[in-house]
T-cell receptor, first 113, second 113 residues
Framework: NAGVTQTPKFRVLKTGQSMTLLCAQDMNHEYMYWYRQDPGMGLRLIHY???????AKGEVPDGYNVSRLKKQNFLLGLESAAPSQTSVYFC????????????FGSGTRLTVV | GQQLNQSPQSMFIQEGEDVSMNCTSSSIFNTWLWYKQEPGEGPVLLIALYKAGELTSNGRLTAQFGITRKDSFLNISASIPSDVGIYFCAGQNYGGSQGNLIFGKGTKLSVKP
């Protein structure tokens, strides 16, 4: 019963490098989300998906791209990392809109130097 | 977009004390939720509220959905060291992107044994 799994858990990037964060859920949830968490800022929505093959922008989408090729996976990409993208990234999923709360992964701590 | 004001930002209390925190919004929500985040983990749902005026308990936690639908309160009675963490409120509406959760910036709780 894994729930939502994020990989990697930690990563250090140099400015300009690219990387992909992977979120996998085994609950057959339709909706998936990527958030970033910064001190004093709470959780801010980057991108989300309402189903396989769909994606949409959230509150802070610039500098990120996403893909949902398979229902269980939601990928977050950074094409050219910047120090401002240093953050803790959380993935979440929910079965349908309005369902009881989201299930979150345990986060990926990314540092861009 | 909608924003939530969560207060206080942080609290330092003695074990055994009661805790109160609240969340206000300039617009109404259909659902209010309260999450707890422990260090190194993702947020976990504590309580969900679906009706204006609703009062719901989960052990030592009690949350209320404000009558105006623009606010919510969380109380923790007789705090213990394992209550330490960041508590987030979240509001949710239904329909399109409005189904996405809007999070407060969190209340960081520290408990002295």
């Amino acid at each position: 019963n894994a729930g939502v799994t994020q990989t990697p858990k930690f990563r250090v990037l140099k400015t300009g490098q690219s990387m992909t964060l992977l979120c996998a859920q085994d609950m057959n949830h339709e909706y998936m989300y990527w958030y970033r968490q910064d001190p004093g800022m709470g959780l801010r929505l980057i991108h989300y998906s309402v189903g396989e093959g769909t994606t949409a922008k959230g509150e802070v989408p610039d500098g990120y791209n996403v893909s949902r090729l398979k229902k269980q996976n939601f990928l977050l990409g950074l094409e050219s990392a910047a120090p401002s993208q240093t953050s803790v990234y959380f993935c979440a999923s929910v079965s349908r809109q309005g369902a009881l709360g989201y299930t979150f992964g345990s986060g990926t701590r990314l540092t861009v130097v | 977009g909608q924003q939530l004001n969560q207060s206080p930002q942080s609290m330092f209390i003695q074990e055994g004390e009661d805790v109160s925190m609240n969340c206000t919004s300039s617009s109404i929500f259909n659902t209010w939720l309260w999450y707890k985040q422990e260090p190194g983990e993702g947020p976990v749902l504590l309580i969900a509220l679906y009706k204006a005026g609703e009062l719901t308990s989960n052990g030592r936690l009690t949350a209320q959905f404000g009558i105006t639908r623009k606010d919510s309160f969380l109380n923790i009675s007789a705090s213990i060291p394992s209550d330490v963490g960041i508590y987030f409120c979240a509001g949710q509406n239904y329909g399109g992107s409005q189904g996405n959760l809007i999070f407060g910036k969190g209340t960081k709780l520290s408990v002295k044994p």
